[in-house]
């Protein structure tokens, strides 16, 4: 029997994130948005109700939930403001699982109580400053063994939660050597503050201003070998497993903001009026509004599927780059309809269909463009592939 019917369990989460979105993110988010700040009191509640600790066990301080937990959360805080989202779903599905599943006990019990607790985040280093779909091709940071630790070099560009004021690390991907002729990559932990380790300003961005994304620089920067993550020279295979989850988690958050812009729009036609009646009763608005609705449910089914897959330790990888490209797509389609809808309040600021028309098109961009998910689904689909990923 196939259901898509949340259990007790998750529905139960699923309506106490929806009340902290619409409680305490909602009235505020605005104001943070338009100043470019990051709203540690709003993380602080999240890590409060468990949100980061969602699907590591409760050994390392977390909720001992699953995977499709914290999607569902991020879908549901997406529907009303995507910096918040991307803030967790960068911090657990990016900056913390990766700690969780390559990571040896003392890292673990290092970093992850705090990190469960939403009380420090972890940043995640792939994408340099010359290229971030062609990894490895295009990475230039290296990392060398020098008397017991490693001395970092390079640059890091677009890093997600990398310079907030409760950061506690990196993990960073680096090239530590080229035993016979091949690049051999490997995930290395920098703590924040390592001498070496430079984070630059804050990047003035387009959409997701509430959410913190900056260059990093990495100059004779000297880490324990200790810090390792994982196994030396699995670097990229480990970052391509963190992807394709935090692709599946990407589309989550897609589909909520998909899902959003129907919110707003369902609210706004029934009090704007033009040539005498309702918005909502006009044909073509009430079009819009069901094909709106058709993307949004189209691209949750496709996360959960894509999801479900991921649970039951089956493969995922074309159904989460299914779900990301499908999921992106609608998330700029209805905020472009939604905006459309919302006439000239829709480009003023102060509404959430003109938040959601500047967020959305990073979805496109960020943990793969969809032009990268299109290369996966054609080379598992046995088209090309000469690359491995
Ligand atoms: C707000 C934000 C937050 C981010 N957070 C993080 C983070 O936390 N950690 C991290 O590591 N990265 C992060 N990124 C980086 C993001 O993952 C990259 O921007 C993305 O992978 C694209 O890389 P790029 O920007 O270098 O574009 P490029 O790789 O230079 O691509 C440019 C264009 O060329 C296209 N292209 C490239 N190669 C091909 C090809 N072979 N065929 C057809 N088209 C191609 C791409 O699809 C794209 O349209 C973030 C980015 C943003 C904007």
Same mark, same amino acid.
């Given at each position: ?24 993110? /909602? ?14 009191? #709003? ?39 995507s ?33 469960c ?13 010359g ?23 390079? @640059? ?9 004021? *409760? ?15 091949r690049?051999e *990559? @490997? ?54 497993? *963190?992807?394709?989850?935090g692709?599946?988690? #990407?589309?989550?958050? @897609? ?24 918005l ?26 894509a999801?479900?897959?991921?649970? /039951? ?8 780059? #299914? ?6 797509n ?16 829709? =480009? ?7 938040? =959601? ?33």
């Amino acid at each position: 029997m196939i259901s898509y019917r949340l259990g007790e369990e998750h529905e139960a989460l699923r309506v106490t994130v929806a009340e902290f979105a619409r409680d305490v993110v /909602a009235p505020v988010i605005g104001g943070f948005y338009e100043r470019g700040e990051f709203p540690y009191e #709003i993380v602080a509640r999240m890590g409060k109700l468990g949100l980061f600790g969602l699907p590591f066990p409760e050994e390392y301080g977390g909720m001992g939930g699953d995977f499709f937990a914290l999607c569902l959360a991020l879908h549901e805080l997406a529907r009303v403001d995507s910096s918040v989202a991307i803030t967790l779903e960068a911090g657990v599905a990016l900056g913390a699982m990766p700690i969780y599943r390559f990571g040896d006990e003392q890292q673990r019990a290092q970093w992850l109580p705090d990190l469960c607790r939403g009380e420090r985040l972890a940043a995640f280093g792939l994408t340099e400053p010359g290229g971030g779909s062609d990894i490895p091709g295009g990475m230039r940071t290296t990392a060398r063994l020098e008397q017991g630790e490693w001395v970092i070099d390079g @640059s890091k560009a677009f890093i997600t939660n990398s310079g907030t004021a *409760i950061t506690s690390l990196v993990t960073a991907l680096a090239i530590t050597g080229d035993p016979g002729g091949r690049r051999e *990559i @490997s995930a290395i932990i920098v703590p924040s503050g390592t001498p070496g380790f430079t984070v630059g300003p804050e990047y003035s961005k387009v959409g997701w201003c509430a959410s913190d994304t900056r260059e990093l620089a990495f100059a004779s920067c000297r880490v324990p070998e200790a810090n390792l993550l994982g196994e030396r020279g699995r670097g990229y295979a480990q970052f391509l497993q *963190i992807l394709d989850e935090g692709r599946i988690a #990407i589309a989550a958050l @897609s589909a909520g903001l998909a899902q959003g812009c129907v919110d707003e729009c369902l609210r706004y036609v029934r009090e704007r009026s033009a040539f005498g009646h309702q918005l909502g009763d006009y044909q073509d608005i009430q079009f819009k509004i069901a094909d709106m609705e058709a993307r949004a449910h189209g691209a949750k089914l496709a996360w959960y599927d894509a999801a479900a897959r991921l649970q /039951a330790s089956e493969p995922f990888k074309k159904q989460a780059a #299914i779900a990301k490209l499908t999921a992106s797509n609608a998330a700029m389609d209805n905020a472009r309809d939604a905006t459309q809808i919302f006439g000239g309040y829709g =480009f003023m600021n102060e509404f959430p269909v003109a938040r =959601f028309y500047r967020d959305a098109k990073v979805l496109e961009i960020g943990e793969g463009t969809s032009e990268v998910q299109r290369m996966i689904i054609a080379r598992q689909l046995g088209v090309g592939g000469s690359r491995p990923d």
